[in-house]
């Protein structure tokens, strides 16, 4: 991905056959500003690795030499910076040094436990297998979801937004959790007034729905 550049970055840059401007370092400034022999100073801040190659390319063009060639290296970056808290030995604010860092390896580097960074790395897979179709079809299980839990015996409303249900009963909930659970469907409670809270997974499908809806209509008569 091509990120800005922002205050405190560190840049390598070359221009073919101009040896004023070859393995040239330099660092982003607060301003958000770079300068460069010959061209002086161009503001970096929020222009990506191309954006700013093409003004540099754009300057040198337009004065000292024709079609010039730019190359850039990301040596750090140094503005985009991952707040770590919690339980780790160092919490505090760590710099993503590259393209390629995770949030694990921000968890290392504070000092991070085994237990919390398998934990992240799992959040992080669901992260990344979430798409617009899977999005599309929790919207439409939370819709099935809503709308069969509103035609039960005992329920009063339902609320809640995708597949985070609750619905709001004219009973004691705790003997209805424990006879669903007999049935082999799980379910929570949350608080007064009783709240019976389902919470299935992104993954789940349309016949699992109407599935755990059958065994609440015979739990809730």
Do not use: W
Request: some cysteine; glycine content about 8%; overall charge negative.
């Amino acid at each position: 991905m091509d990120y800005p550049f922002g205050p405190g970055d560190t840049i390598e840059v070359s221009v073919a056959a101009l040896a004023e401007i070859t393995n040239k370092v330099v660092r982003v400034s607060r301003a958000g500003t770079i300068t460069l022999p010959l061209i002086g100073k161009i503001h970096a801040g929020g222009l990506t690795e191309e954006g700013l190659s093409e003004e540099i390319r754009r300057r040198l063009a337009a004065e000292y030499m024709h079609d010039p060639q730019v190359n850039l290296l990301v040596r750090e970056y140094r503005s985009r910076q991952v707040a770590v808290v919690g339980a780790v030995e160092k919490p505090g604010l760590y710099s993503l040094g590259s393209d390629t860092d995770t949030l694990l390896d921000m968890i290392s580097l504070a000092g991070g436990s085994e237990l919390p960074s398998v934990a992240c790395a799992a959040a992080c897979a669901v992260v990344e297998s979430i798409d617009d179709a899977l999005l599309a079809d929790v919207l439409d299980r939370g819709e099935q979801l809503v709308d069969g839990l509103s035609s039960l015996p005992g329920v009063e409303y339902v609320r809640g937004r995708g597949l985070m249900v609750a619905a709001v009963l004219d009973r004691d909930v705790a003997p209805v959790v424990d006879a669903c659970r007999e049935e082999g469907l799980l379910v929570l409670t949350a608080g007064a007034p009783p709240v019976l809270r389902l919470l299935p997974p992104l993954v789940v499908s349309e016949a699992e729905v109407e599935q755990a809806l059958a065994i609440l209509a015979d739990v809730l008569r």
